[in-house]
Structure formats: C-alpha cells, structure tokens
C-alpha cells in the first residue's frame, strides 16, 4: 500500500492581503493625526478621473472612502469623457499650486485623445504619489529615495512580511510593466535579489519562472501561470486582476496565475481578490503622508533658511 506522503497533500499559506492592508492602513491612520496635531491640517489627496470607465469608477470611489477613513482630506475631481488634454493640464497646475494637496492621482487609463505620459509629467513629481513620474522613475532606478508606484510596493510589503530578509533570493517578474513590472525589479534589486524580467514573449517561460523563490507575476492574463511555472516551496504574488464571464450576467475576479493547481506547489500564494488589491489602496495612503510628511519639511527649510539670511543681511557690516 502507498504511504501517505504529507508533501503531496500540502498547499500553500494564503498571504491575506486584505488583513494586512487593513493593519497598514491603519497605522497610516495613526501617523495621520500625528500629522494633524503637528501641522494643524490633513494631508490631502487629489483624485482625477476622465470619463465613466466602470471598473476605474470603483478603484476611485475606494480610494476616496479609505483616504477619508485613514483622515486624508480628499478632492475629487470627476471630468467627462469629451474633456481636452488642455482642460485636464490647467486642472493638473491648479492642483499642483493648491496647497492644501499633497498628493495628485490621475487614475489610467485616460481616453485615447489624451497623452498621458505628458499629463504624468505635468504632476509636480513631489506630489506624485503614483511613483509615475520620470523624476521618480529615475530616483528609484538610482537608488534615491522616491516615491514608488503604489502596487509594486504593496507587493514588497508583503513579500517582506512573508520571508523578511530578501537578499539573495531569486526573483522572477513576469510582466514588463511601467506600472508595475519595471518597478517591482527595482525595488527587488534594491532589497538585493537576483532579479530576472520575463514577459509574454520569453522563451522557455516555465524555466525561467520555475528557478524563482519569488515569482511576482502582472501579464493581465488570466490562468496564465500554472503548476509547471512553479519551484516547489516558492512564494506567488499574482498582481492580475482579470474579470472572467460565468454566463447569465455572472462573473467574478480572476488573476494571472491558477491559483488552484498553483496553491498545491507553492510555498505560499497571494489570492485574488484579496491579495495584491487591498495593498496598492494602502500603499497609495502611506503615498500620500510621506508627500505630506516630506513637504511640510520642506517648508520648515526654507522658513529657517529664510530666518537665517534674514539675520544675515540684518547684521552689521
Ligand atoms: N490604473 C490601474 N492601476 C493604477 C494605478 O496604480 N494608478 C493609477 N493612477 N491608475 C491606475
């Protein structure tokens, strides 16, 4: 008779997002009215959305109630689809000058007639709090400190939370994204893994995937990633949120990766809904006060450095 083999019958932790952003968020929350009773206003956060794409409806409608939750003042600016690039840039410079607004979030995608890496440029980079701005693409790629898009990030925290120390694992991203997929290699980089970008296109793609300890993956493929991606024990972030048909009007939320075969080889998992999403709602809040946080002190700055040449140019000759 075959033994009972425990290795067989074993299936991953499920990482909870949706818990661990709720502990995040709260502790943004705390930060917050710290911040309130050191500087006498809330951070404030900026909220742009063009046109009535359905799902991006949702993404800022939660985004405002948790901003408003953790205490974040938050502006919501809703413009119809026949909006101009030119109405959207003179929003972008009021925001920019307005100082009650930390931090600006223009939600993508934008409608076609629009540039949106032009409108990205427009967001005074110390209140990008999408991480999407040349300047900070650059600030992050040279080891500076930067603000970092929300998602990869979100997936950092948790993959930290998991294994702690990162260095000197293996990293495989599948997915070569602005957004997420070029982020998420240099954060990895930067928490000393060895990291390899692969995509759609790479040959051998379950090989490459296969040699990770940490394999993040964000194609927007639904089922893409099945067990023969996976090195036994390693740990799966799937970033993909995809909606899949049932029929009769019924659907519901699928990632990249398939979780049931995937579950069964992995050391651990992030499940969808409630793993990566969760995260990228806080990581834009914890955005956020850092821009607050890293403005008023800019500020005290230049107030102390205008006292001093004050007193310079007061003195004697
Ligand atoms: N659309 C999908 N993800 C994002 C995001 O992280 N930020 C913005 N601004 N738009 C998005």
Redesign the pocket.
Known sequence: MKEFNAQEQSSATVIDGKAFAQKLRHEVGSQVASFVGAHGRPPGLAVVLVGEDAASQV?VRTKMRQAEEAGIASFAHRLPAVTTEAELLELIVALNADERVDGI?????LPDHIDEGGVIEAIAADKDV?GFHPRNVGRLATGESALV???PLGCLLLLQDRLGDLTGLKAVIVGRSN?VGKPMAQLLLKAHCTVTMAHSRSRNLADECRQADILVVAVGRPGMIGSDHVKPGATVIDVGINREELGEGQSRLVGDVDFAAVAKVAGAITPVPGGVGPM?VACLLRNTLYAAQRRESARQKASELDVSTKGVAGEPG
């Open positions: 993404y979030l223009v939600q993508l995608p999408d898009p929300c998602t957004i990228t």
